[in-house]
């Protein structure tokens, strides 16, 4: 979709014409939506370092004044029914909200490249965007994050680069190497899953580029290690709350409080979870929750995970709790 200066414009009654048009399934849905009385939403386009300009989302409270910011990362579409009623809901407890798509993901500029902009190279758009919502008139200066699956990998790339206003992070499910986790995921290549981000891409002839650079790195070379967080964990310096399911993939990711730097270990909290990454749907269909006498499915997460289960200190549920 070509990117024109009108949809580069906050939302006003000629830019939601314009989107109208460009972005039929926004804005088809403009008068559906249930939002909190008050709550706003604005488009905007964050710069970042290398002049390239980011597609977000904002949702501002009702009442005036300065608010704390929350921002989530993702490459998906931010314009669902679902995704924009939750960051409504969200901000009127008293947040800015800004839902961020991943640079050359839907309206947003530059070159697609998945999470590798996202890191600490010449390029860092989370750092970038998370310093931009800082300097807002309407922010306090405090931003958290939030986010699963993409949007918790997004933050481990975050909290790598620390950005000086970055206070705090809610992840699930989510990884830290795009080798490991990502391209050999499970020990063998799933071409199908790279090749169907086209879907995502502002120019789907980047996912190809991308994906042909993927397999000229068939080993965990230098190439993946500038994607692994889990060499950098003691740049780690943010309180976390990360939930992870032991039936996903994130059952191969560490327990991060176990990993992070001193200074952040004392406010990262761990929470592990007996079902699969979809966890609301299976939450939903069982009224209580069965926990494994240990849980490991195969002989290599035998081997990946010797310790007793429950894990000492743990506290063990059989049920979702719902507010």
């Keep these: 979709m070509p990117n024109t200066p009108k949809t580069r414009r906050t939302v006003s009654l000629l830019c939601t014409l314009v989107l109208a048009f460009q972005l039929p399934t926004a804005s088809a849905q403009t008068d559906e939506v249930n939002f909190p009385a008050g709550v706003v939403e604005s488009h905007q386009m964050i710069p970042m370092r290398d002049g390239a300009r980011l597609s977000a989302w904002l949702y501002f409270p009702a009442a005036d004044g300065k608010w704390p910011v929350l921002f989530e990362q993702r490459y998906a579409s931010l314009t669902g029914r679902g995704t924009r009623e939750a960051a409504a809901r969200l901000s009127a407890s008293g947040y800015v909200v800004a839902m961020v798509n991943f640079r050359g993901a839907g309206l947003s500029e530059g070159t697609w490249q998945g999470y590798r902009a996202l890191g600490w190279g010449s390029l860092q758009d989370g750092y ?116 992870g399911s032991w039936w996903s993939t994130s059952t191969y990711t560490p327990p991060k409080s176990k990993c992070v730097s001193a200074t952040a270990a004392k406010s990262t909290k761990w929470c592990a979870t007996p079902w699969t990454k979809r966890y609301l749907d299976h939450a939903r269909v069982k009224p209580t929750l069965h926990w494994p006498p240990r849980p490991v499915t195969t002989p290599l997460q035998a081997w990946m995970h010797p310790r007793p289960w429950p894990q000492h200190r743990s506290h063990k549920t059989t049920h979702v709790r719902r507010r």
């Excluded at 958290?144 to 620390?162: C, I």
């Excluded at 650079?213 to 070379?221: A, G, K, L």
Aim: hydrophobic letters at 30%; glycine letters at 8%.
């Design 128 to 243: 970038d965007t998370c310093e931009w919502l800082a300097a807002q008139t309407w922010s306090t200066g405090k931003v958290g994050t939030f986010g699963s699956s993409q949007g918790g990998y997004a933050q481990n790339f975050l909290a790598v680069s620390r950005p000086p206003h970055l206070v705090a992070q809610y992840m699930v499910d989510t990884g830290l190497s795009l080798f490991q986790e990502g391209y050999r995921i499970g020990g063998t290549t799933r071409p199908e899953r790279f090749y169907s981000m086209r879907d995502v891409c502002r120019v789907p002839e980047h996912n190809d580029a991308l994906t042909r650079e993927w397999f000229e790195h068939p080993h965990y070379d230098d190439y993946w290690r500038d994607e692994d967080c889990s060499l950098h964990f003691n740049r780690m310096n943010v309180p976390c709350f990360t939930i």
